[in-house]
């Protein structure tokens, strides 16, 4: 059981605002502030999308920002566009050099 | 840039020792600013963090397998690789190399295409 919970599916039409949650349910991965976002497309590698909880890596839209208040952390995709449907895993540093992740949320763009 | 990937049997018996390597390319593995990891994802989806190596040997494992699982590092094939040891159905995944970025920040920002290996007699 993951100690970081995200909603199984969540969608929107394009052009649209979507917000994944990733909530932390575990005292052993609280507090931590290296959290990361990754999609993955079927059949695909995950991609690092959101790193440190806010930074963008080199190449990834501004249409993709993450925030963090309390134990929870969230990604929001602005300005929905077809190809952003995959699925989205959360991670974050568990301490003792160990991490864990979400158990994924499947993004729908209707 | 960094690439890497994964070889190994896609096919393990029961109780048997799940052996893989990742080889990495258009990069050193022995730059101090990395560890290297594996990660698998279940049938289901669910990703799981396995453990990392850093390129002087050093490692750190999930927990929850600690006892079975071992990661070793060759830096003159620019390789690692990783051993399951008395292996069930339920280590049925696909398995990933990736790299840890580390220092003042922390995440993985390479990773292999990804193997799926199945556990069957």
């Known amino acids: 059981q993951s100690a970081l919970t995200q909603p199984r599916s969540v969608s929107g039409s394009p052009g649209q605002s979507v917000t994944i949650s990733c909530t932390e349910t575990?005292?052993?991965?609280?507090?931590?502030?290296?959290v990361s976002w990754y999609q993955q497309h079927p059949g695909k590698a995950p991609k690092l999308m959101i790193y440190?909880?806010?930074k963008r890596p080199s190449g990834v839209p501004d249409r993709f920002s993450g925030s963090k208040s309390g134990n929870t952390a969230s990604l929001t995709i602005s300005g929905l566009q077809a190809e952003d449907e995959a699925d989205y895993y959360c991670?974050?540093?568990?301490?003792?050099?160990?991490?864990?992740f979400g158990g994924g949320t499947k993004l729908t763009v209707l | 840039q960094v690439q890497l990937q994964e070889s190994g049997p896609g096919l393990v018996k029961p109780s048997q020792t799940l052996s893989l390597t990742c080889t990495v390319s258009?990069?050193?593995?022995?730059?101090?600013?990395?560890?290297w990891s594996w990660i698998r994802q279940y049938p289901g989806k669910g990703l799981e963090w396995i453990g990392y190596?850093?390129?002087?040997?050093?490692?750190y494992y999930n927990p929850s397998l600690t006892g079975r699982v071992a990661i070793s590092v060759d830096t003159s094939k620019n390789q690692f690789s990783l051993n399951l040891s008395s292996v069930t159905a339920a280590d049925t995944a696909v398995y990933f190399c990736?790299?840890?970025?580390?220092?003042?920040?922390?995440?993985?920002?390479?990773w292999g295409q990804g193997t799926l290996v199945t556990v069957s007699s």
């Open positions: 990736a790299r840890c970025a580390v220092g003042a920040t922390w995440y993985f920002d390479f």
């Open positions: 258009g990069g050193s593995l022995s730059t101090g600013r990395y560890y």
């Open positions: 190596i850093y390129y002087t040997g050093s490692t």
């Open positions: 575990s005292s052993d991965v609280g507090g931590y502030n290296y």
């Open positions: 440190d909880v806010t």
């Open positions: 991670c974050s540093y568990a301490g003792t050099y160990a991490w864990v």
